[in-house]
């Protein structure tokens, strides 16, 4: 059991390029997330998807988006970056509504 | 407004020392409540939640949390603190809708052999 895997580890961007940070998880959980913590910012919510074919916004969707064909799979799409998307991403999924969250390591994105 | 604040943004402890993490929060109504351990490089983990019942709550690794509602509070404790603890925790409130909760900044925890 792999739990919540996330590709890549980290990556350098240039203004105005765009990529996909894949997301996985092998627990057949319905609900992931998509998360972004900025130092001594806590987590922020990007999007969550309740089960495949099915997607929200959270509190921080601006420039990303998302889609959830599977229910493995999660990938967050960056289209423009720019260098206020600089931060650290989590991937997490769960059962449920108050459920435990299982987070993957996260991807470390720096756009210059 | 919904929010949580973990007052302490660092604390350092000796090993073997006792540790209480402090977790406030504001919400409409009684959230449900968890703590978070973050290992350097890692991904967020659980340690406990607490939903309803004994507010008193055991998580792994040895560590408890008490639930006040009285003073809007969660705040984390373990009685003996070992080296492997040194981490950032994370306080996090939530009601019944995935896009309510809330994490708080984090409390970095460095541990003194």
């Known amino acids: 059991n792999a739990g919540v895997t996330q590709t890549p580890k980290f990556r350098i961007l240039k203004i105005g390029q765009s990529m996909t940070l894949q997301c996985t998880q092998d627990?057949?959980?319905?609900?992931m997330y998509w998360y972004r913590q900025d130092p001594g910012m806590g987590l922020k919510l990007i999007y969550y998807?309740?089960?495949?074919?099915?997607?929200d916004k959270g509190e921080v969707p601006n420039g990303y988006n998302v889609s959830r064909s599977t229910t493995e799979d999660f990938p967050l799409r960056l289209e423009l970056a720019a260098p206020s998307q600089t931060s650290v991403y989590f991937c997490?999924?769960?059962?449920?509504?108050?459920?435990?969250?299982?987070f993957g390591p996260g991807t470390r994105l720096l756009v210059l | 407004a919904q929010s949580v604040t973990q007052p302490d943004i660092h604390i350092t402890v000796s090993e073997g020392a006792s540790l209480e993490l402090r977790c406030n929060y504001s919400?409409?109504?009684?959230?449900?409540l968890f703590w978070y351990v973050q290992s350097p490089g890692q991904g967020l983990q659980l340690l406990l939640k607490?939903?309803?019942?004994?507010?008193l709550v055991q998580g792994i690794k040895g560590f408890e949390a008490e639930f006040k509602r009285s003073q809007s509070s969660f705040n984390l404790r373990k009685p003996s603190v070992h080296w492997s603890d040194a981490a950032e925790y994370f306080c996090?409130?939530?009601?019944?809708?995935?896009?309510?909760?809330?994490f708080g900044p984090g409390t970095s925890l460095s541990v003194i052999p």
């Open positions: 607490y939903f309803s019942g004994d507010t």
């Open positions: 919400y409409g109504a009684t959230p449900y």
């Open positions: 996090a409130v939530g009601a019944w809708s995935p896009d309510k909760v809330i």
């Open positions: 997490a999924s769960s059962t449920g509504v108050g459920e435990t969250q299982y």
């Open positions: 627990m057949n959980h319905n609900y």
């Open positions: 998807s309740v089960g495949a074919g099915i997607t």
